[in-house]
């Protein structure tokens, strides 16, 4: 899973470099962090999701000002 953590300006799109990009997957039994990244100087990042539990779901955390900002629930990519 890869993308770019901006940060809006008016109408403009800042790319946020050197923060923390964490995957976290979630089960019906569990949670937790899998796979984090810093993002390079462009904003970019990209985590890798484990294909172990079809029935989980990923959500990509960054913080801001103290706080974690997350994605939309992911699903999980298929088992091989």
Request: proline share 12%.
């Amino acid at each position: 899973m890869s993308g770019r953590v901006v940060r809006l300006r008016g109408a403009d799109s800042l790319s946020v470099p050197g923060v923390w990009a964490v995957l976290h997957q979630v089960t019906l039994e569990s949670g937790g962090p899998v796979d984090s990244i810093r993002t390079d100087g462009a904003g970019r990042y990209r985590v890798r999701a484990p294909r172990r539990y079809t029935a989980a779901v990923h959500l990509l955390s960054v913080p801001s000002a103290g706080l974690p900002y997350l994605t939309s629930p992911i699903p999980a990519p298929p088992a091989p």
